[in-house]
């Protein structure tokens, strides 16, 4: 099971870095984020689909009139229409189990002295 908190920090993060309406229903926000990282949230791996995920998110953040970011956005996009035309041309491509190494580098530059001495000043 995916913490709640999760789906409320999704849900917090998002609504700042996407100028939430003054009116948003971060209730209804958090709800939809937990059924989202609920579903996908617990794939292996393998099984899970990027595009998918992304997707979800995405829908849910026009529901609530969110608009993030264009750089946001195009990463977005380039990552759907990656796994896309990956798959096209390879039905096992699984773009998750390609960025892992990269999720596992930024994670961990996160946690190094350096970057908390830059983000402290």
Same mark, same amino acid.
């Given at each position: 099971?995916?913490? &709640?908190?999760?789906?409320?920090?999704?849900? /917090?993060?998002?609504?700042?870095?996407?100028?939430?309406?003054?009116? +948003?229903?971060? %209730? %209804?926000?958090?709800?939809?984020? =937990?059924?989202? +990282?609920?579903?996908?949230? &617990?794939?292996?791996?393998?099984?899970?689909?990027?595009?998918?995920?992304?997707?979800?998110? =995405?829908?849910?953040?026009? /529901?609530?009139? &969110?608009?993030?970011?264009?750089?946001?956005?195009?990463?977005?996009?380039? &990552?759907?229409? +990656?796994?896309? =035309?990956? $798959?096209?041309?390879?039905?096992?491509?699984?773009?998750?189990?390609?960025?892992?190494?990269?999720?596992?580098?930024?994670?961990? $530059?996160?946690?190094?002295?350096?970057?908390?001495?830059? $983000?402290? $000043?």
């Amino acid at each position: 099971m995916i913490p &709640l908190s999760d789906a409320y920090r999704l849900a /917090d993060i998002n609504a700042e870095i996407c100028n939430a309406p003054a009116n +948003l229903d971060r %209730g %209804g926000l958090r709800m939809e984020l =937990t059924e989202v +990282l609920s579903e996908y949230g &617990l794939q292996s791996l393998g099984r899970f689909e990027v595009g998918g995920a992304l997707t979800a998110v =995405t829908r849910i953040l026009h /529901d609530y009139y &969110l608009v993030a970011p264009s750089r946001f956005s195009m990463l977005i996009k380039c &990552l759907m229409i +990656l796994e896309g =035309t990956a $798959k096209g041309l390879n039905v096992s491509f699984n773009l998750a189990v390609l960025l892992e190494p990269y999720q596992r580098q930024f994670v961990l $530059k996160q946690f190094f002295p350096e970057t908390w001495l830059r $983000k402290a $000043k």
